[in-house]
C-alpha cells in the first residue's frame, strides 16, 4: 500500500505553534520533493512549502515565509512542518504531497504523485 499520512494538526490560539508530521508507506521519500498545501473551506488550494533532494533549498510561500519551517528525515521516511507564529488566516486543512521522483520542488500540483487525506489545523481564540 502505498500512503502518506498526516498527523499534528489541532486548534491553537494565534501566536501559536503546531508541528506537522508526514509518513509514508509502501514507498522512499529519498528521491521525492516533499510538498505541503493546505486548503481552507472556499478558498483555492494553496502550495505551502516545499523540500526537494538535499541539494535544493526549501520553498515556502511568501505568506508563511520566515514563520514555518520544513524538514525531513529520510531515515524515518518522513517529513515535517514547523509552524510558528499561527494566525488565524492560517486555518485550513493541511495536506502532504510526495511529487514524482528527481523533480525539483514547485508549490503547484503538476509534479505531485501521492497526496495524504489531511490534517486540520484551526487558529482562532
Known amino acids: 500500500q502505498l500512503q502518506l499520512v498526516e498527523s499534528g494538526g489541532g486548534s491553537v490560539q494565534p501566536g501559536g505553534s503546531l508541528r506537522l508530521s508526514c509518513a509514508a508507506s509502501?514507498?522512499?521519500?529519498?528521491?521525492?520533493?516533499i510538498v505541503w498545501f493546505r486548503q481552507a473551506p472556499g478558498k483555492e488550494r494553496e502550495g505551502v512549502s516545499c523540500i526537494g533532494l538535499s541539494d535544493e533549498a526549501p520553498m515556502y510561500a511568501d505568506s508563511v515565509k520566515g514563520r514555518f519551517t520544513i524538514s525531513r528525515d529520510n531515515a524515518e521516511n518522513t517529513a515535517y512542518l514547523q509552524m510558528n507564529s499561527l494566525k488565524v488566516e492560517d486555518t485550513a486543512v493541511y495536506y502532504c504531497?510526495?511529487?514524482?521522483?528527481?523533480?525539483?520542488?514547485?508549490?503547484?500540483?503538476?509534479?505531485?504523485?501521492?497526496w495524504g487525506k489531511g490534517t486540520l489545523v484551526t487558529v482562532s481564540s
Open positions: 509502501g514507498f522512499t521519500l529519498d528521491t521525492r520533493a
Open positions: 504531497t510526495a511529487q514524482r521522483p528527481f523533480t525539483v520542488c514547485q508549490l503547484t500540483p503538476d509534479s505531485a504523485a501521492y
